[in-house]
Protein backbone atom coordinates (compact mmCIF):
# COMPACT_ATOMS: atom_id res chain seq x y z
CA UNK A 1 0.00 0.00 0.00
CA UNK A 2 1.18 3.34 -0.80
CA UNK A 3 2.74 5.48 2.08
CA UNK A 4 3.01 9.09 2.38
CA UNK A 5 6.27 9.97 4.06
CA UNK A 6 6.64 12.84 6.49
CA UNK A 7 9.53 13.92 7.82
CA UNK A 8 9.91 12.51 11.28
CA UNK A 9 9.75 14.23 14.41
CA UNK A 10 13.00 14.92 16.42
CA UNK A 11 13.83 12.36 18.28
CA UNK A 12 14.26 13.10 22.04
CA UNK A 13 15.08 11.11 24.54
CA UNK A 14 13.09 9.53 27.06
CA UNK A 15 12.61 11.29 30.50
CA UNK A 16 13.98 9.77 33.57
CA UNK A 17 11.00 7.46 34.86
CA UNK A 18 10.34 7.57 38.20
CA UNK A 19 11.84 4.81 40.85
CA UNK A 20 8.00 3.04 41.48
CA UNK A 21 7.11 2.82 37.92
CA UNK A 22 11.06 0.51 36.35
CA UNK A 23 9.31 -2.18 37.43
CA UNK A 24 6.75 -2.40 35.76
CA UNK A 25 7.59 -0.76 32.48
CA UNK A 26 10.78 -3.42 32.65
CA UNK A 27 8.14 -6.56 32.93
CA UNK A 28 6.05 -4.55 29.64
CA UNK A 29 8.84 -4.12 27.76
CA UNK A 30 9.65 -8.23 27.57
CA UNK A 31 6.68 -8.86 25.39
CA UNK A 32 5.18 -10.93 28.16
CA UNK A 33 2.16 -12.68 26.74
CA UNK A 34 4.07 -14.16 23.79
CA UNK A 35 7.10 -14.91 26.38
CA UNK A 36 4.44 -16.65 28.36
CA UNK A 37 3.29 -18.00 25.69
CA UNK A 38 6.37 -19.59 23.92
CA UNK A 39 7.16 -20.75 27.73
CA UNK A 40 4.17 -22.59 28.30
CA UNK A 41 4.37 -23.97 24.63
CA UNK A 42 7.39 -25.79 25.76
CA UNK A 43 6.13 -27.02 28.95
CA UNK A 44 3.51 -28.78 27.19
CA UNK A 45 6.11 -30.18 24.59
CA UNK A 46 8.20 -31.20 27.71
CA UNK A 47 5.25 -32.87 29.21
CA UNK A 48 4.16 -34.43 26.05
CA UNK A 49 7.92 -35.70 26.11
CA UNK A 50 8.18 -37.32 29.16
CA UNK A 51 10.68 -35.27 30.77
CA UNK A 52 9.84 -35.08 34.38
CA UNK A 53 9.56 -32.26 36.65
CA UNK A 54 12.75 -31.31 36.50
CA UNK A 55 13.52 -31.75 33.17
CA UNK A 56 10.61 -29.79 32.79
CA UNK A 57 11.83 -27.16 35.26
CA UNK A 58 15.08 -27.05 33.17
CA UNK A 59 13.32 -26.09 29.99
CA UNK A 60 10.42 -23.25 30.89
CA UNK A 61 13.58 -21.63 32.51
CA UNK A 62 15.94 -22.07 29.70
CA UNK A 63 13.29 -20.87 27.48
CA UNK A 64 11.85 -17.99 29.85
CA UNK A 65 15.18 -16.41 30.23
CA UNK A 66 15.82 -16.49 26.48
CA UNK A 67 12.50 -15.10 25.78
CA UNK A 68 13.16 -12.16 28.40
CA UNK A 69 16.29 -11.12 26.47
CA UNK A 70 14.55 -11.58 22.97
CA UNK A 71 11.84 -9.46 24.10
CA UNK A 72 13.45 -6.16 26.03
CA UNK A 73 16.22 -6.44 23.28
CA UNK A 74 13.54 -6.00 20.72
CA UNK A 75 12.17 -2.59 22.49
CA UNK A 76 15.44 -1.78 22.71
CA UNK A 77 16.26 -1.75 19.23
CA UNK A 78 12.94 -0.49 17.79
CA UNK A 79 13.16 2.68 20.03
CA UNK A 80 14.04 5.01 17.44
CA UNK A 81 11.09 3.77 15.50
CA UNK A 82 8.87 3.88 18.21
CA UNK A 83 9.71 7.61 18.82
CA UNK A 84 9.09 8.26 15.38
CA UNK A 85 5.69 6.79 14.70
CA UNK A 86 4.58 7.83 18.49
CA UNK A 87 3.98 4.22 19.78
CA UNK A 88 3.12 5.23 23.23
CA UNK A 89 1.69 2.04 24.43
CA UNK A 90 5.85 1.19 24.22
CA UNK A 91 7.13 1.63 27.74
CA UNK A 92 10.56 3.19 26.55
CA UNK A 93 8.57 5.83 24.30
CA UNK A 94 6.37 6.32 27.35
CA UNK A 95 9.58 6.75 29.44
CA UNK A 96 8.28 4.47 32.41
CA UNK A 97 11.88 2.62 32.10
CA UNK A 98 14.96 3.50 30.95
CA UNK A 99 16.74 2.46 27.27
CA UNK A 100 20.27 1.46 29.70
CA UNK A 101 17.71 -0.27 31.50
CA UNK A 102 16.01 -2.38 29.49
CA UNK A 103 19.55 -3.01 27.20
CA UNK A 104 21.23 -4.45 30.36
CA UNK A 105 17.86 -6.35 31.29
CA UNK A 106 18.22 -8.31 28.02
CA UNK A 107 21.99 -8.99 28.19
CA UNK A 108 21.30 -10.86 31.96
CA UNK A 109 18.56 -12.35 30.60
CA UNK A 110 21.06 -13.84 27.67
CA UNK A 111 23.69 -14.18 30.14
CA UNK A 112 21.63 -16.47 32.16
CA UNK A 113 19.91 -18.55 29.47
CA UNK A 114 23.28 -20.13 28.52
CA UNK A 115 23.91 -22.47 31.30
CA UNK A 116 20.09 -23.20 31.78
CA UNK A 117 20.02 -24.18 27.96
CA UNK A 118 22.85 -26.55 28.78
CA UNK A 119 21.54 -27.88 31.84
CA UNK A 120 19.36 -29.98 29.38
CA UNK A 121 22.49 -31.30 27.76
CA UNK A 122 25.19 -30.03 25.64
CA UNK A 123 23.62 -30.74 22.25
CA UNK A 124 20.26 -29.70 23.64
CA UNK A 125 21.85 -26.59 24.83
CA UNK A 126 23.01 -25.61 21.69
CA UNK A 127 20.27 -25.75 19.70
CA UNK A 128 18.24 -23.68 21.71
CA UNK A 129 21.20 -21.08 21.76
CA UNK A 130 20.74 -21.17 18.21
CA UNK A 131 16.79 -20.63 18.44
CA UNK A 132 17.94 -17.32 20.71
CA UNK A 133 20.54 -16.12 18.68
CA UNK A 134 18.23 -16.46 15.26
CA UNK A 135 15.49 -14.03 17.39
CA UNK A 136 18.23 -11.82 17.81
CA UNK A 137 19.06 -11.78 14.50
CA UNK A 138 15.36 -11.21 13.57
CA UNK A 139 15.54 -7.81 16.20
CA UNK A 140 18.52 -6.27 14.71
CA UNK A 141 18.85 -6.87 11.09
CA UNK A 142 16.61 -9.68 9.29
CA UNK A 143 13.11 -8.02 10.67
CA UNK A 144 13.48 -5.27 7.18
CA UNK A 145 14.45 -8.15 4.89
CA UNK A 146 12.47 -10.67 2.95
CA UNK A 147 13.94 -13.42 4.92
CA UNK A 148 12.00 -11.48 8.35
CA UNK A 149 10.24 -15.47 8.94
CA UNK A 150 13.00 -17.52 8.72
CA UNK A 151 14.11 -16.28 11.77
CA UNK A 152 10.54 -17.80 13.65
CA UNK A 153 10.47 -20.50 11.86
CA UNK A 154 13.90 -20.94 12.41
CA UNK A 155 13.75 -20.91 16.29
CA UNK A 156 10.32 -22.40 16.50
CA UNK A 157 11.46 -25.46 14.94
CA UNK A 158 14.57 -25.83 17.04
CA UNK A 159 11.60 -26.24 20.43
CA UNK A 160 10.88 -29.65 20.00
CA UNK A 161 14.73 -30.48 19.12
CA UNK A 162 15.63 -28.71 22.67
CA UNK A 163 13.21 -30.26 24.80
CA UNK A 164 13.77 -34.36 23.09
CA UNK A 165 17.50 -33.74 23.03
CA UNK A 166 17.33 -33.33 26.86
CA UNK A 167 15.93 -36.86 27.04
CA UNK A 168 17.94 -39.95 27.80
CA UNK A 169 20.10 -41.03 24.40
CA UNK A 170 19.21 -37.45 22.70
CA UNK A 171 16.59 -38.11 20.16
CA UNK A 172 15.88 -35.61 17.62
CA UNK A 173 12.01 -34.93 17.08
CA UNK A 174 9.82 -36.67 14.17
CA UNK A 175 9.99 -34.57 11.54
CA UNK A 176 6.22 -33.66 11.57
CA UNK A 177 6.53 -32.57 14.80
CA UNK A 178 9.40 -29.84 13.83
CA UNK A 179 7.71 -29.12 10.66
CA UNK A 180 4.63 -27.96 12.51
CA UNK A 181 6.40 -25.97 15.01
CA UNK A 182 7.86 -24.22 12.29
CA UNK A 183 5.18 -23.38 10.50
CA UNK A 184 3.59 -21.95 13.73
CA UNK A 185 6.08 -19.98 14.25
CA UNK A 186 6.05 -18.38 10.40
CA UNK A 187 2.08 -18.09 10.86
CA UNK A 188 2.61 -16.13 14.36
CA UNK A 189 5.11 -13.66 12.71
CA UNK A 190 2.73 -12.81 9.67
CA UNK A 191 -0.17 -12.30 12.25
CA UNK A 192 1.56 -10.01 14.67
CA UNK A 193 2.87 -7.74 11.98
CA UNK A 194 -0.69 -6.77 10.71
CA UNK A 195 -1.19 -4.08 13.12
CA UNK A 196 1.62 -2.14 12.12
CA UNK A 197 2.44 -2.45 8.59
CA UNK A 198 1.50 1.20 7.73
CA UNK A 199 4.38 1.90 10.61
CA UNK A 200 6.92 -0.23 9.88
CA UNK A 201 6.78 1.10 6.21
CA UNK A 202 6.80 4.78 7.07
CA UNK A 203 9.98 3.85 9.02
CA UNK A 204 11.77 2.03 6.37
CA UNK A 205 10.86 -1.79 7.63
CA UNK A 206 10.23 -3.96 4.97
CA UNK A 207 9.94 -7.29 5.82
CA UNK A 208 7.97 -9.96 3.70
CA UNK A 209 4.45 -9.19 5.53
CA UNK A 210 4.87 -5.31 4.52
CA UNK A 211 5.95 -6.32 1.47
CA UNK A 212 2.54 -8.55 0.91
CA UNK A 213 0.51 -5.91 2.58
CA UNK A 214 -2.35 -6.24 5.08
CA UNK A 215 -4.45 -8.67 3.00
CA UNK A 216 -1.71 -10.65 1.29
CA UNK A 217 -0.19 -11.03 5.20
CA UNK A 218 -3.42 -12.15 6.12
CA UNK A 219 -3.91 -14.75 4.19
CA UNK A 220 -0.31 -16.17 4.62
CA UNK A 221 -1.00 -16.25 8.19
CA UNK A 222 -4.27 -17.93 8.02
CA UNK A 223 -2.63 -20.91 5.71
CA UNK A 224 0.32 -21.31 7.82
CA UNK A 225 -1.36 -21.67 10.92
CA UNK A 226 -3.60 -24.14 9.72
CA UNK A 227 -0.98 -25.97 7.93
CA UNK A 228 0.34 -26.24 11.92
CA UNK A 229 -1.99 -28.13 12.55
CA UNK A 230 -2.33 -30.16 9.85
CA UNK A 231 0.85 -31.73 10.10
CA UNK A 232 -0.09 -32.14 14.41
CA UNK A 233 -2.87 -34.02 13.17
CA UNK A 234 -1.88 -35.97 10.37
CA UNK A 235 1.72 -36.75 10.68
CA UNK A 236 2.25 -39.06 13.83
CA UNK A 237 1.47 -42.42 12.39
CA UNK A 238 -1.85 -44.49 12.84
CA UNK A 239 -5.19 -42.94 12.11
CA UNK A 240 -6.09 -39.88 12.46
CA UNK A 241 -8.55 -39.42 15.47
CA UNK A 242 -11.69 -37.74 15.82
CA UNK A 243 -10.71 -35.21 18.06
CA UNK A 244 -8.03 -33.92 15.49
CA UNK A 245 -10.21 -33.78 12.80
CA UNK A 246 -12.89 -31.54 15.03
CA UNK A 247 -10.02 -29.60 16.19
CA UNK A 248 -8.29 -28.96 12.64
CA UNK A 249 -12.33 -28.15 11.76
CA UNK A 250 -11.86 -25.55 14.54
CA UNK A 251 -8.29 -24.23 13.81
CA UNK A 252 -10.18 -23.73 10.18
CA UNK A 253 -12.66 -21.42 11.46
CA UNK A 254 -10.54 -19.79 13.85
CA UNK A 255 -8.53 -18.82 11.60
CA UNK A 256 -11.04 -18.11 8.94
CA UNK A 257 -12.12 -15.34 11.43
CA UNK A 258 -9.38 -13.56 12.80
CA UNK A 259 -7.18 -12.98 9.72
CA UNK A 260 -10.36 -11.13 9.02
CA UNK A 261 -10.01 -8.92 11.71
CA UNK A 262 -8.00 -5.57 12.82
CA UNK A 263 -5.87 -5.01 15.46
CA UNK A 264 -3.92 -7.32 17.60
CA UNK A 265 -6.86 -10.06 17.15
CA UNK A 266 -4.76 -11.86 14.70
CA UNK A 267 -1.64 -12.41 16.76
CA UNK A 268 -4.40 -13.46 19.50
CA UNK A 269 -5.72 -15.60 17.31
CA UNK A 270 -2.49 -17.15 16.65
CA UNK A 271 -1.93 -17.57 20.26
CA UNK A 272 -4.95 -19.60 20.59
CA UNK A 273 -4.09 -21.95 17.63
CA UNK A 274 -0.57 -22.67 19.14
CA UNK A 275 -3.18 -23.53 22.43
CA UNK A 276 -4.67 -26.05 20.51
CA UNK A 277 -1.77 -27.44 19.19
CA UNK A 278 -0.81 -28.06 22.76
CA UNK A 279 -4.12 -29.32 23.52
CA UNK A 280 -3.55 -32.04 20.91
CA UNK A 281 0.01 -32.53 22.03
CA UNK A 282 -1.37 -33.08 25.30
CA UNK A 283 -4.02 -35.91 24.38
CA UNK A 284 -1.04 -37.51 22.23
CA UNK A 285 1.13 -38.07 25.47
CA UNK A 286 4.26 -39.23 25.53
CA UNK A 287 6.22 -40.76 22.18
CA UNK A 288 7.12 -37.42 21.06
CA UNK A 289 11.15 -38.35 20.96
Do not use: E
Not at 278 to 289: C, D, S, W
Amino acid sequence: MPVTRQTPPAVHAPVRPRAGARTAGLLAACHPVPAAAVTLFTVALALAAGRGPTGCALAAGAVAAGQLSVGWSNDRADLRRDLTTGRRDKPLVAGSVRPASVAVAAFVALLVCVPLSLASGALAGVVHLVAVAAAWGYNLRLKSTVVSWAPYALAFGLLPAFVTLGLPGSPWPPAWLTGAAALLGAGAHFANVLPDIADDLATGVTGLPQRLGARGSAAVAGLLLLGSTAALVTGPPGPVSAYGLGLLALTGLLVAGTCRARGRVPFLGALAVAAADVALLLVRGAGLG
